[in-house]
């Protein structure tokens, strides 16, 4: 009882400042006083103290979030809480979703613009901006790819490699998002970067907005629009989403005869195999796509460190320890960036839409693709095509949907290993999309 007292007693307080601050309109920009009041202050020599004392308590108030708070604000913060509350009550990827929700709960405290503060993740001199430069420079994006490198077992794709074309056909919800971002009047740079959500990859997105949507490159004389951090919500917005988003369309595209379809068990790969897949897969995509060697040489790389057996110490730090400290940083700075003076606008909500519906294309990309396929291929051979929807990035989500759709209509058809498939080499995919569309464009 004592505690809630308390609580009550501190809530009051603030909301009589929010009051006070409201009614009598103490923000000295609208102050306006009469020419006699200033005639007194100009020939008053001595200080006088209630005066002070007045303006001590109306200079505070001004700093105040209360008195900065807008409807914007507010609806932030919302925002903020429905991502932490997703986290926690749905288990809707907390690693990410908490950070970010978090974030934009930091990013979205009122204070007082422009008057040196040093607080807004906009402001250049603040800790926020110092932190915010690993995302605007593109520095996470490739860290977090070297620890999911460490993390990834290969093994399944290099089992059926037939399935890698999956994950290329899921890129078309890629193309056909930066297609419709064009009509919707964007700049080429702004759709490419807008086109890369379809890809469900965060740090690839990231990347990807940093180089071509930075707010300060220009096309054609005209200044691109700052659109990393619509573009990083909604594309970790959607990865979190994905066991909600991709079973309905697994379920309107596959009928139940399809559904029951079993795949045969992947061989066992040997290490031999293993080792040179990440050094083959390096050289052949980064040829193919120079622009994206910082994404695809981590990845890489940190699959290397993994399956090579010598550097074990090397591969746990890349994906316990720095993945989850990089984790940390680009989650509260890509939350943080959704300030609400410059994140709340018609091109925010544009995006977001524009996500759903790449994310929606590129699953239907990856299914559809899997029918043709079976088309042809002999009986045995055949692709279920759930495992068509593990072609987006999102490791290992996708793949985890896929399974428990399975099950659901055969409980013995486990479809967990063929989907990873899929998945990894949606990772990428998106990657040599990203680099591709970053040379055409940049």
Do not use: C
Not at 127 to 147: E, M, S
Not at 332 to 347: D, H, I, K, R, Y
Request: avoid cysteine; hydrophobic fraction near 50%; proline fraction near 6%.
């Amino acid at each position: 009882m004592q505690n809630w007292k308390k609580l009550l007693t501190i809530f009051g307080a603030l909301a009589i400042i929010a009051i006070v601050s409201q009614s009598f309109n103490l923000n000295k920009a609208q102050v306006k006083l009469s020419p006699d009041v200033e005639q007194i202050e100009q020939s008053s020599s001595a200080p006088d103290a209630n005066v002070d004392e007045f303006q001590g308590v109306s200079r505070f108030i001004d700093y105040t979030g209360f008195k900065n708070v807008s409807y914007g604000h507010m609806v932030m913060i919302l925002v903020g809480l429905f991502f932490i509350f997703l986290a926690i009550k749905y288990d809707y990827e907390p690693l990410l979703l908490i950070p970010i929700g978090f974030g934009v709960l930091i990013g979205n405290i009122p204070f007082l613009e422009g008057a040196g503060l040093k607080l807004g993740i906009y402001e250049q001199g603040s800790v926020l901006n110092y932190l915010y430069k690993g995302v605007t420079l593109g520095i996470y994006p490739p860290l977090i790819f070297l620890g999911i490198g460490a993390m990834t077992d290969f093994s399944s794709l290099i089992s059926n490699p037939k399935l890698m074309l999956l994950g290329a056909a899921a890129q078309i919800g890629i193309f056909i998002t930066f297609l419709g971002s064009l009509a919707m009047g964007f700049l080429p740079p702004e759709a490419g970067a807008i086109g890369i959500i379809g890809g469900a990859d965060g740090p690839t997105a990231i990347f990807l907005s940093s180089k071509l949507a930075n707010g300060v490159n220009m096309y054609n004389g005209v200044q691109v629009k700052n659109l990393i951090g619509p573009i990083a919500i909604a594309a970790y917005s959607y990865m979190a989403l994905v066991p909600v988003i991709q079973p309905p369309i697994m379920r309107l595209l596959v009928n139940k005869k399809e559904r029951l379809i079993r795949m045969k068990p992947p061989r066992v790969v040997p290490r031999f195999e293993k080792i040179l897949f990440p050094i083959i897969g390096f050289l052949l995509t980064a040829f193919i796509s120079p622009s994206a060697i910082p994404l695809l040489g981590m990845l890489f790389f940190g699959n290397l460190l993994k399956e090579s057996g010598v550097t074990k110490r090397l591969a746990d730090t890349a994906r316990n320890s720095m993945i989850d400290i990089v984790t940390i940083l680009l989650g509260v700075t890509v939350g943080a960036s959704t300030q609400a003076t410059v994140f709340l606008n018609t091109s925010s909500l544009m995006i977001f839409g524009l996500g759903a519906a790449s994310f929606v294309v590129a699953t239907a990309g990856g299914i559809l693709f899997a029918k043709v396929m079976n088309l042809f291929l002999k009986e045995g051979n055949k692709i279920n095509p759930l495992v068509g929807a593990a072609g987006v990035s999102a490791v290992p989500d996708s793949a985890r949907v896929v399974q428990t759709e399975g099950l659901k209509y055969d409980p013995n058809n486990h479809l967990l290993m063929h989907a990873m498939a899929p998945n990894v080499s949606g990772v990428i995919g998106s990657a040599v999309a990203a680099g591709i569309l970053l040379s055409f464009l940049l």
